[in-house]
């Protein structure tokens, strides 16, 4: 078993790029966020993580922590106010997208709940959390992999 690789990556990343966003609504908003970033595939219809994460962002306009009962109560009444499908709404789905937020960095776990990341600024964290903590790593893993591919597959060796 020594020397084989597990095929289960230790974290995944799906970065996307869209056009230049203008008026958007807060949903809107919040639903592109979550594209650019991962947390939800073009096309889902299980996009309940919009709506955490716009909850996530209501509550950092008012300098408030939410708990995870709190942000079930605001997507169960978000959805319902708009007429959206309350799948996705249980509290273990809604604690799973949490981490997965909160796994890219954009939240943290405070005492009284969850929160925007030191209450600073989305593009502040990207910059100082996300990008150095998150992405570079995976970047300097990939990198590592393609250097071992060199050393494997290089022309140089080959003429030995």
Known sequence: MKGQLKDRPLFELNLRKYEKPSDLNERELSKRICLSLGLLQPGDSRDVVV???????????????????????????YRNKHGLPLTGITPSNINRQLHRIRDLGLIEKVDDGFRIREFLPLEQIFAEYFLPHVLDPLLERIKLYLKEADKHFSREKQKI
């Open 51 to 77: 709506d955490i994460f716009l909850a996530l962002l209501n509550a950092y306009s008012e300098g408030k922590s939410l708990s995870s009962r709190d942000v079930e109560n605001f997507v169960f009444d």
